[in-house]
């Protein structure tokens, strides 16, 4: 088994400043540093940029899948919803497994501000398949 705390970060998560932290029960946290890679334009004010959201869910989910049932997952469906512009600042990236079956795996994932857990800024679901061997 793979020890996905000491996982080294694909090229784009180290791009964007995004590593995981801490390993729950069927959830994992990840934390996203914005480098100036992550961000979005600046208008109304400076912000993450969507495909920045979107990849933490992406890469959240594929952690709570393969903590949960390692096997090398691959994203094949996504989807974020975003609630507020997110600050450039450090987000807490929160991936739930829903399902984890023998071919398809499903995760929720929540990113909220690293220091207010409870305002959400971006909702995401993806779905995973299991290649088989």
Same mark, same amino acid.
């Given at each position: 088994?793979?020890?996905?705390?000491?996982?080294? =970060?694909? !090229?784009l998560d180290a791009a964007i400043g995004l590593v995981a932290v801490e390993l729950l029960e069927n959830e994992v946290v990840l934390r996203l540093d914005p480098s100036p890679a992550a961000l979005g334009d600046s208008v =109304?004010? !400076?912000?993450?940029?969507?495909?920045?959201?979107?990849t933490c869910v992406d890469t959240a989910g594929w952690y709570a899948l393969e903590h949960t049932s390692p096997g090398g997952w691959i994203a094949v469906d996504l989807r974020c919803d975003f609630l507020r512009l997110a600050a450039p600042e450090p987000h807490r990236v929160l991936a739930r497994t829903l399902h984890a079956g023998r071919t398809l795996g499903t995760?929720?994932?929540?990113?909220?501000?690293?220091?207010?857990?409870?305002?959400?800024?971006?909702?995401?679901?993806?779905?995973y398949i299991r290649p088989r061997t």
């Open positions: 088994m793979t020890d996905l705390l000491n996982e080294k =970060p694909s !090229p =109304p004010r !400076p912000f993450l940029h969507g495909g920045t959201l979107a995760a929720d994932v929540e990113i909220t501000p690293w220091d207010d857990p409870e305002r959400l800024i971006a909702v995401g679901r993806a779905r």
